[in-house]
């Protein structure tokens, strides 16, 4: 089953990655992909890691994606985040026995990944039928809410928080990726509801980072198209520059409405804690982004293994640095204030983060990056970085081929990665963000190498893997479009 070019699609298919990702998927593989996708909701809706869901969900998910994996047709590409994440699995698993730490929240952890995998496999199958995505939004949320719900109560664990730890973080990034696929074929209300839809629930869920990272990547792609339409000859240097403009006009607005209380008592607490960590917002937007700062050049020497020792003197830190609470069981540090968030404790006289010392652990901190700072030194921070350049080359590739709809896709994608390597911890899928942020550009790259050279497009329109679709709204591309839905 083909997808059938549209009318006027006299050019060659693309042979670049967007060109795999477009084609070699049929629907049994696609069911199988959503089935996959809707057995990974549970672990992130398991509110304890001994939840009989979560090692369950895990094996299902991963038995379901091995059809993905060995299937040549599948595009190489999503063979490439499949052995990432056998690879990431194994050296969980290596970690959790040298850490000494239960197997189950081990994967507990490393099934983040997974989402990540499935939200690229879902996005072939968008790209491979794409006159059929209303029905895989119904399919992925009628499974999401099936599988969430066996993970909810398996074992009768309940979760407080069902968007912030089961629906949201896997959701709300497809939904931005449907967003960029409708904005690239004209449908921009439906991209524009999309991205209000999601930014409305975030809100009303309490202005998560999920909302941020979506919100950073609807900007762009608007701030992009404006920069089009006013005709700037680097476009992508006037959004870089929209965007720093944004950031620093937003912050201290969210500031003041927060500060004034207009947005409820938690995000007034949140913006005092933030604002009053030396360092200002930059550094107290996560406080344990600043104690990373703090505690890592007491460490006499870094790079010390999994085990790091934890220095006499850091007590002295945390005096100094008024980081007060220290618990060497980790299951026992509890909020003050609220059970929910067991890493914050405040009291009427001083708002601090509490940092988890575990003698048999080492020092364990909220950020993948500075995380892997202390165990294995400084240096730690060059692949980081070069994942983050490689980033940014895919998001001006995107954009030169897909405009506006490349940026929103390929922005969402930087914008999860440096949030989840800066202010989420080791666990996070960070890695896999980064083998897939590696794997898109170089998969590109090597693809443009194998092809001989194609024909230009001419200007305005975008290549989908046979789907020819202009830039602008055009007559034309409206009646092809319903030539081809009528068909």
């Not at 069902?162 to 973080?169: C, D, E, I, S, V």
């Amino acid at each position: 089953m083909r997808a059938e070019a549209r009318p006027g699609a006299g050019a060659a298919a693309d042979a670049t990655l967007f060109s795999w990702l477009s084609g070699g998927l049929p629907w049994w593989k696609a069911l199988l992909v959503v089935g996959a996708f809707a057995c990974m909701i549970p672990p992130w809706a398991a509110r304890m890691p001994s939840n009989a869901g979560l090692t369950m969900a895990t094996l299902v998910g991963l038995v379901l994606l091995i059809p993905v994996f060995v299937d040549r047709s599948t595009p190489r590409v999503v063979h490439v985040m499949a052995l990432a994440l056998l690879l990431w699995l194994a050296l969980s698993i290596a970690t959790a026995s040298v850490n000494g730490s239960d197997l189950r929240w081990s994967i507990f952890h490393s099934v983040r990944p997974l989402i990540v995998v499935a939200d690229l496999a879902f996005l072939v199958w968008l790209l491979r039928v794409p006159r059929r995505w209303p029905l895989a939004i119904v399919a992925v949320l009628l499974g999401s809410c099936i599988a969430g719900t066996i993970g909810l109560y398996s074992y009768t664990v309940g979760q407080p928080d069902l968007w912030r730890f089961a629906f949201g973080p896997s959701l709300s990034p497809l939904i931005v990726v449907v967003a960029a696929i409708q904005w690239h074929r004209g449908r921009r209300a439906w991209a524009l509801a999309l991205l209000v839809l999601i930014v409305s629930v975030n809100v009303a869920a309490g202005l998560r980072s999920v909302l941020l990272q979506c919100a950073v990547a609807a900007a762009a792609a608007l701030v992009f198209g404006i920069a089009q339409r006013l005709r700037f000859r680097w476009p992508l240097i006037a959004t870089s520059l929209g965007m720093v403009l944004i950031v620093l006009s937003v912050i201290p607005v969210y500031g003041a409405v927060a500060e004034s209380g207009a947005l409820g008592r938690q995000q007034q607490e949140k913006w005092r804690l933030q604002s009053d960590v030396a360092g200002g917002i930059i550094l107290g937007g996560r406080p344990e982004f600043t104690l990373a700062l703090n505690v890592l050049p007491l460490v006499p020497v870094l790079g010390l293994g999994f085990d790091p020792t934890i220095p006499a003197n850091i007590a002295e830190a945390r005096d100094a640095r008024a980081i007060q609470h220290v618990m060497t069981d980790i299951d026992r540090v509890v909020s003050r204030t609220d059970p929910k968030y067991p890493s914050y404790v405040a009291d009427s006289s001083t708002k601090l983060l509490a940092y988890w010392a575990r003698p048999s652990h080492g020092i364990y901190l909220h950020s993948g990056v500075f995380q892997y700072w202390l165990w294995c030194g400084p240096l730690v921070v060059v692949p980081f970085a070069l994942v983050l350049m490689a980033g940014l080359m895919l998001v001006g590739r995107a954009s030169r081929r897909y405009g506006a709809a490349g940026v929103l896709g390929a922005s969402a994608l930087l914008t999860k990665f440096t949030w989840d390597t800066l202010f989420s911890p080791l666990g996070g899928g960070g890695l896999a963000l980064m083998a897939l942020i590696v794997a898109l550009l170089a998969a590109d790259t090597i693809a443009r190498k194998e092809q001989p050279a194609q024909q230009p497009a001419a200007d305005g329109d975008f290549h989908v893997g046979g789907l020819v679709s202009a830039s602008h709204g055009d007559g034309a591309r409206r009646g092809a479009d319903r030539a081809t839905e009528q068909s």
